[in-house]
């Protein structure tokens, strides 16, 4: 089943019935496969609050300022090549100094398609820090770079990089689309992020990329049950890239 409207995206999202579909347990230590089934992402229930609990714990520890001022020094040391900066800086923030090994491991962390590179990634991350740590690195590594990414192509000199990343959330999201279970039917649910975010019924001119406005409830972060962690965070370094890059350009 394909959802495409905003107030039908929240109900399943609110609703504990649809779940993440599950994936394989048997996945041999160290590798992506045993990654993913120990992630708080694809897991459910108490699994699912522990896991996510011991994420926000080590987010705790983070101020999303501080975050946002490193990411923005490193743009500017890198002489505007921004790309690796993100995961670099949460790194450091993390008390993990090489995050090398990132890209590779994060390659099929959403979808699980492995590769032997993939696994003595995995193996390497979590050879420097723990769990929530490599959790964190992995799922915000490729979403955060799609973000800017996509921001980049919207914003104009004078923009509000908090703003142009507010308005490419909900217009340009950086993840298309969300999958949960239902349990009761054994049916996937695929909620198009992009049609939800554009539901006229919620949003004003929906189509139209408009930096001015202001806050609006996408559902890019997720929504109800089980929201990202750290949406803060992530604007954090998203801002401190663009506002290296675009510091120049403004009015």
């Not at 041999?28 to 694809?42: D, I, K, M, N, Y």
């Not at 189509?207 to 750290?230: E, M, N, Q, V």
């Amino acid at each position: 089943m394909l959802i495409t409207h905003h107030a039908e995206a929240r109900a399943v999202l609110s609703d504990g019935r649809y779940v993440p579909p599950p994936v394989p347990q048997d996945g041999e230590p160290g590798t992506l496969a045993w990654l993913r089934a120990h992630v708080s992402r694809f897991s459910t229930g108490e699994t699912h609050a522990e896991r996510r609990r011991l994420v926000v714990e080590r987010l705790s520890a983070l101020d999303p300022a501080e975050l946002r001022t490193a990411a923005r020094a490193a743009t500017r040391d890198r002489d505007g090549d921004w790309r690796g900066v993100p995961t670099a800086v949460l790194g450091a923030a993390l008390g993990v100094p090489d995050t090398s090994a990132v890209p590779a491991a994060a390659s099929g962390y959403l979808s699980g398609e492995g590769s032997p590179q993939a696994d003595a990634a995995v193996a390497e991350l979590l050879g420097l820090t723990d769990l929530p740590a490599v959790t964190l690195l992995l799922q915000g590594h490729a979403a955060t770079e799609a973000l800017i990414e996509n921001a980049l192509t919207h914003a104009v000199p004078g923009d509000d990089p908090e703003a142009v990343l507010r308005e490419t959330l909900r217009q340009d999201p950086p993840l298309k689309a969300s999958r949960r279970l239902d349990t009761r039917t054994g049916e996937e649910v695929t909620i198009d992020l992009v049609a939800a975010n554009r539901d006229p019924e919620v949003f004003a001119d929906p189509d139209r990329f408009d930096a001015s406005r202001g806050p609006a409830p996408h559902l890019t972060f997720g929504d109800g049950l089980r929201p990202c962690p750290a949406p803060a965070h992530a604007l954090a370094l998203a801002a401190g890239v663009l506002d290296a890059l675009l510091e120049g350009t403004r009015r």
